[in-house]
């Protein structure tokens, strides 16, 4: 198998190269809404540097709980700008959501991102009282899953995850040691083997596993291997690939959302 291909997720989707900038506007746009109405609370440091922020969108009323997104980018792309639209979904059920940015390798390695994922968390969850929910986007995926493990959360935020979502993930990170990202990723054995959900224990909470029927094969299967590995639901979305699998997070009737938000 050539794995470089098993990964490339943009050469199978048909213009592709639209979906970034209109993330971007749809995302730039929901803020400056959110803004007028006073719901957001825009660059909330929850760490040292510019990429070290979150936005947190507040629901009409109370909060029923929190809402944490992580996005995905392959550990090396994108920030939270481009994904604030997806918060639309969880506010309109009465859900507030923190959107965290993280550092991105080569700058970082992948551990330290979950280091950075586990403090935005912990500062979200300060901040919005209530049980907490998290999702996550491929590397994001990946992220959620490590926060649900004994150790990366303080117990008193541990306790109050209800559910986690990880949306086509990379469950299994021992195939990229053999990928040209590695150049960049610089992931070694131990490091790959660390964080992997698919290597570690099934987490003390509900787990809903979601990927799109369309994607690459890889993506579906680790997906299936992760849901069987730790008896969590899966959902194989028909006619959903990688990039458009994440824009039922927009629609708050949507079943992704169901199961997000839903006991």
């Known amino acids: ?48 540097g510019p990429r070290q922020e979150m936005d947190i969108f507040l629901p009409k009323a109370a909060p029923k709980g929190l809402v944490v997104f992580v996005h995905g980018g392959y550990w090396l792309r994108f920030d939270r700008f481009s994904w604030s639209h997806l918060a639309a979904g969880s506010c309109a059920q ?6 965290p940015s993280y550092d991105l390798c080569p700058q970082v390695h992948i551990r330290d991102i979950t280091g950075q994922i586990a403090h935005a ?8 009282s209530g049980p907490i929910r998290l999702v996550g ?32 993930p990379v469950a299994d990170l021992r195939p990229l040691r053999h990928t040209r990202m590695n150049e960049t990723l610089a992931l070694d054995d131990a490091e790959a083997e660390l964080e992997s959900p698919l290597l570690a ?14 994607e690459r094969p890889v993506f579906v299967e680790q997906a299936t291997a992760l849901a069987a590995a730790w008896q969590a639901d899966l959902t194989v979305e028909p006619d959903r690939h990688h990039f458009d699998v994440i824009d039922a997070l927009e629609d708050p009737e949507s079943p992704m959302i169901r199961a997000l938000l839903g006991d």
């Open 1 to 48: 198998m050539d794995l470089n291909d098993a990964f490339a997720n943009a050469a199978y989707i048909p213009q592709a190269d639209d979906y970034p900038p209109r993330w971007a506007e749809k995302a730039e746009a929901f803020r400056e809404q959110m803004t007028q109405k006073h719901r957001a609370r825009l660059g909330v440091a929850y760490g040292n």
């Open 121 to 128: 968390v912990t500062l979200a969850a300060r901040e919005i």
């Open 94 to 99: 009465g859900w507030a959501v923190a959107m």
């Open 201 to 214: 224990a099934a987490p003390n909470m509900p787990v809903s596993v979601w990927v799109g029927a369309d």
């Open 137 to 168: 986007h491929s590397a994001g995926g990946q992220q959620v899953c490590r926060m649900g493990a004994a150790d990366v959360l303080p117990d008193t935020v541990a306790r109050r995850i209800a559910r986690i979502m990880p949306i086509s």
